[in-house]
């Protein structure tokens, strides 16, 4: 399949490409605004835990970073390499922010060039600190300009098509189309939550193999507490998300819930199997809660898949990953909240080792997510690459040799996060906590001015 | 003027800029693992590492503007360099990546793997030879329209003593490029013996690079005449840059204004690469595409010039900061910081 069609190995050079950007990328855009949390606690606290927690994260976060950029390069010439058609049509209404993005990468280069390479000129923490709030805003609009790309896919507005041209081109509308807002929200809060409850995964490990020092717990408990609160962003943004669909893209709402007949008061179904009456057996049906998470009404009606012709069908698999997102997205808050919720009522369980595991998996269910949730919402929009305009198959190259670069990109992503596990190990064992913590003692002015 | 001028204007000033700070950062690539070659690394690689590592993510940023530049007002090109292009730029992206894994890898890497840095050093001459590419087939010759869209014809490409004329120019003028700023560099960090050698380097590769170039000229008067012709109505440019390009050798020589010396190649580089911009106008692809049919909408282009502008304001002074704390700050240069 791979080296005979084209279409499906550009596709699944998307799938690829851009599923490991997503990994950097989350991380990229999250990062900063924990290096700046910490690092402001630092100063506020006059605690310099804080401080050495910004500058150990920092340490991997460049790492991250670079490997986002070469992923991120990669995804953006592949993406008029693989798709040619399409990028000649989007680029007349839809370059705008893609070409905002670019400043976005400058800025947030710039400044994480400087802050990297000037842990020791400033007598003033202060100012050195200031250098990281231009990386976060960087990062952070990158990821709301890439989106909004990504949101006229999935509802294309600003143009008009008058026999067969494209007329009447409003760079701002569709740069501000119907999915931009949810959708932006959405992944920039995940982004957040993600890296928080990395972070926080990082410091129970490091509990749980036997390190005693407090500044674990301080680290633990911060990212525990940022984690909470963008867990419930994070629920809120995606129920807003649903009712997106709901108005917007009925069909991809209506897959991901194996959702066929239209109705009202519709039950939510989790998991199952289907068979091939369109009956769906083994699922867990929550009375009314598709209606609310569609139009926040019991009674609601909502669109079943069978309105829409057969060929315009998502793939009925996303049911799962939509699942999953959902459920892991409910766990975290609950489990976050307990979390918090226990360490202000001193349970003993919520420092037990098991709990402690449960938070060590915490960061990369997140990380699960990410990836079910664009897994869901890409594949659910096939078959269109604009949904109502194009299609995947008119969009892609004829190019016979996609299959082929296919495994020589998975090669080279191997290879690259190989090459970040490794690093990342190398430097947390170059740089042990209790060596930091020596160095980084001693007389420190600034803390207190 | 014409927004489409007005966009290839801009979209060639950042090719401009990529040209000079890419083939500084592709030859001090080179250069570092030809030290460890030849056992001056410890010379060397002190005053490489302190320019390269703040500034590579910049370096990239210029080809993705570049890049999506084009796309955004010149949104036809994603379809003829996008559909014919796969191989080339799939093997460049795959360069891209070592080169930036390897600073982040290297960063805090304990001794730093000679393997890698070898590597490393040799994506420093690939990278521009497959970049250079887009050049050579934008002259036209190269591409045939089929049915399955825009195809590239390897062999032709393979064969033509234009592609590697180009090829070894764009290898050529890298080294050059890299030398020479990193003499400067290095001179003013107080690096004595890294600017001898630096300024050698720079004296060796100043000569193969302007004898290329007058090769291209040569071969593109079989290749493509009109554009060969056009070229000669701008004759003045080039003998401008010709000017400075003996000026700043004349400099290096007598080991001083380094400087200098730097500002006079980039105004070389600069007369030259507009020049052949100039020349080329109006075509983005021999003979299928010019800037008027490739163009995107009046909307487009009017956001986009808009964006443009405000982005500048934003860039400019952040630019100016990265300068003065990694290159105009003698201190940070001479590594007491
Ligand atoms: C840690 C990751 C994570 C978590 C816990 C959740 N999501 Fe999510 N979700 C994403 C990560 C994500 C995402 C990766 O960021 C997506 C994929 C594309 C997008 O726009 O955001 C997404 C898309 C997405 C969409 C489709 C939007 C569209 O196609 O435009 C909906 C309806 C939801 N989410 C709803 C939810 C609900 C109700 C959640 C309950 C808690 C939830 N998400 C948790
Ligand atoms: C970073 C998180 C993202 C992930 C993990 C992701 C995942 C995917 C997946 C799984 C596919 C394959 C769908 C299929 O073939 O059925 C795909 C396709 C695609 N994605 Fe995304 N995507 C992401 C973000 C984006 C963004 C922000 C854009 C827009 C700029 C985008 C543009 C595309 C395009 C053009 C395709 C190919 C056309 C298609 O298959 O529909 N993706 N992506
Ligand atoms: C929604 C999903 C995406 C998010 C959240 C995102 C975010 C980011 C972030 C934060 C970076 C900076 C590097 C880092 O910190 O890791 C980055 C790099 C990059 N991304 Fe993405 N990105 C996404 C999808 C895409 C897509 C679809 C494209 C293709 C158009 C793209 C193109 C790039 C490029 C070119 C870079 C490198 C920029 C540089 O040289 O500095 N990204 N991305």
């Known amino acids: 399949m791979l080296f005979e069609d084209p279409v499906f190995a550009s596709r699944m050079l998307s799938l690829l490409t851009l599923s490991i950007h997503a990994i950097f990328a989350t991380l990229g855009v999250g990062l900063p605004l924990m290096i700046i949390i910490a690092h402001w606690l630092g100063i506020k606290k006059n605690d310099e835990h804080y401080l050495l927690m910004a500058r150990r994260w920092a340490r991997g976060f460049v790492v991250l970073v670079a490997v986002g950029v070469v992923t991120g390069t990669a995804i953006a010439l592949q993406l008029a390499l693989l798709w040619p058609n399409f990028m000649e049509m989007a680029g007349h209404v839809i370059a705008l922010p893609l070409f905002m993005e670019v400043f976005a990468f400058f800025f947030e280069a710039i400044f994480l060039g400087i802050y990297l390479y000037t842990w020791n000129r400033f007598?003033?923490?202060?100012?050195?600190?200031?250098?990281?709030?231009?990386?976060?805003?960087?990062?952070?609009?990158?990821?709301?300009?890439?989106?909004?790309?990504?949101?006229?896919?999935?509802?294309?507005?600003?143009?008009?098509?008058?026999?067969?041209?494209?007329?009447?081109?409003?760079?701002?509308?569709?740069?501000?189309?119907?999915?931009?807002?949810?959708?932006?929200?959405?992944?920039?809060?995940?982004?957040?939550?993600t890296s928080a409850f990395v972070l926080a995964a990082l410091a129970a490990y490091r509990l749980l193999k036997g390190a005693q020092h407090v500044y674990y717990k301080k680290a633990l408990h911060l990212m525990m507490v940022v984690g909470l609160i963008f867990a419930i962003a994070t629920a809120v943004i995606g129920d807003f998300a649903g009712k997106y669909l709901a108005k917007h893209q009925p069909e991809k709402l209506a897959a991901?819930?194996?959702?066929?007949?239209?109705?009202?008061?519709?039950?939510?179904?989790?998991?199952?199997?289907?068979?091939?009456?369109?009956?769906?057996?083994?699922?867990?049906?929550?009375?009314?809660?598709?209606s609310i998470l569609a139009h926040n009404h019991p009674q609601a009606e909502v669109i079943g898949l069978n309105e829409f012709p057969q060929e315009w069908h998502p793939p009925l698999f996303i049911h799962y990953l939509f699942d999953l997102m959902v459920i892991i997205g409910v766990w975290l808050v609950l489990f976050s909240f307990v979390y918090w919720w226990g360490m202000r009522r001193k349970w003993t369980i919520v420092t037990s080792r098991w709990f402690r595991r449960l938070i060590v998996a915490s960061g990369p269910l997140a990380m699960l997510a990410i990836q079910a949730g664009w897994w869901m919402t890409e594949f659910g929009r096939q078959p269109w690459i604009l949904r109502g305009v194009m299609t995947v198959e008119e969009a892609a190259t004829q190019s016979p040799y996609v299959g082929h670069l296919f495994f020589f990109f998975l090669a080279l992503y191997l290879i690259l996060v190989i090459g970040v596990v490794v690093v990342l190990r190398n430097i947390n064992q170059r740089f042990p906590l209790e060596q930091d913590l020596a160095h980084e003692g001693g007389e420190r002015p600034w803390i207190t001015k | 003027m014409d927004y489409e001028v007005i966009g290839m204007t801009v979209l060639w000033t950042f090719l401009f800029g990529y040209v000079i700070v890419a083939s500084i950062d592709f030859g001090a690539g080179f250069f570092n693992a030809y030290s460890l070659w030849t056992g001056q690394h410890q010379v060397?690689?002190?005053?490489?590492?302190?320019?390269?590592?703040?500034?590579?993510?910049?370096?990239?940023?210029?080809?993705?503007?570049?890049?999506?530049?084009?796309?955004?007002?010149?949104?036809?090109?994603?379809?003829?360099?996008?559909?014919?292009?796969?191989?080339?730029?799939s093997i460049s992206i795959i360069l891209l990546a070592i080169r930036g894994s390897y600073y982040a890898f290297e960063?805090?890497?304990?001794?730093?793997?000679?393997?890698?840095?070898?590597?490393?050093?040799?994506?420093?001459?690939?990278?521009?030879?497959?970049?250079?590419?887009?050049?050579?087939?934008?002259?036209?010759?190269?591409?045939?329209?089929?049915?399955?869209?825009?195809?590239?014809?390897?062999?032709?490409?393979?064969?033509?003593?234009?592609?590697?004329?180009?090829?070894?120019?764009?290898?050529?003028?890298?080294?050059?490029?890299?030398?020479?700023?990193?003499?400067?560099?290095?001179?003013?960090?107080?690096?004595?013996?890294?600017?001898?050698?630096?300024?050698?380097?720079?004296?060796?590769?100043?000569?193969p690079t302007i004898v290329t170039a007058m090769g291209i000229v040569y071969e593109l008067r079989n290749h493509n005449p009109d554009h060969f012709a056009s070229l000669l109505n701008l004759w003045w440019m080039f003998a401008i840059s010709l000017l400075f390009f003996v000026a700043s050798v004349w400099l290096i020589w007598q080991k001083k204004y380094y400087g200098t010396a730097f500002l006079l190649l980039v105004g070389q580089?600069?007369?030259?690469?507009?020049?052949?911009?100039?020349?080329?106008?109006?075509?983005?692809?021999?003979?299928?595409?010019?800037?008027?049919?490739?163009?995107?909408?009046?909307?487009?282009?009017?956001?986009?010039?808009?964006?443009?502008?405000?982005?500048?304001c934003l860039l400019v002074p952040s630019l100016y900061l990265l300068l003065r704390f990694f290159v105009l700050d003698d201190q940070y240069v001479a590594g007491k910081k």
């Not at chain 2, 983005?284 to 808009?306: C, K, Q, R, S, W």
């Open chain 1, 123 to 193: 007598d003033d923490q202060r100012k050195h600190l200031l250098l990281l709030i231009p990386v976060a805003i960087g990062a952070t609009m990158s990821a709301f300009f890439i989106t909004t790309v990504n949101g006229f896919m999935n509802a294309p507005t600003g143009f008009q098509i008058i026999g067969g041209q494209m007329t009447g081109v409003s760079p701002i509308e569709a740069m501000f189309n119907p999915a931009t807002p949810t959708k932006a929200a959405h992944v920039i809060s995940t982004a957040f939550m």
């Open chain 2, 107 to 207: 960063t805090y890497g304990s001794k730093g793997h000679r393997g890698y840095a070898f590597l490393y050093g040799a994506t420093g001459l690939v990278l521009p030879a497959s970049l250079s590419v887009v050049f050579t087939i934008s002259e036209g010759g190269f591409i045939q329209l089929t049915e399955r869209g825009p195809v590239l014809d390897y062999w032709t490409l393979f064969t033509s003593p234009l592609s590697w004329s180009i090829v070894v120019l764009a290898v050529a003028a890298v080294l050059y490029i890299s030398a020479v700023f990193l003499t400067w560099y290095a001179d003013r960090g107080g690096h004595s013996q890294a600017t001898a050698l630096f300024r050698r380097y720079a004296l060796i590769w100043a000569l």
């Open chain 2, 44 to 89: 060397l690689s002190n005053v490489i590492q302190r320019y390269l590592s703040p500034v590579w993510e910049v370096t990239n940023v210029f080809l993705i503007f570049f890049f999506v530049g084009m796309i955004g007002f010149f949104p036809s090109t994603a379809y003829y360099y996008g559909s014919a292009l796969l191989i080339p730029l």
């Open chain 2, 269 to 312: 580089f600069a007369f030259a690469f507009y020049a052949y911009g100039i020349s080329k106008y109006p075509y983005l692809l021999y003979p299928y595409l010019t800037v008027y049919d490739g163009a995107t909408n009046e909307a487009m282009a009017i956001a986009l010039i808009v964006a443009f502008v405000a982005g500048l």
């Open chain 1, 256 to 290: 991901a819930e194996w959702h066929f007949e239209t109705m009202e008061g519709a039950p939510l179904v989790l998991f199952g199997i289907l068979d091939d009456e369109q009956n769906v057996r083994f699922g867990l049906e929550i009375p009314y809660a598709l």
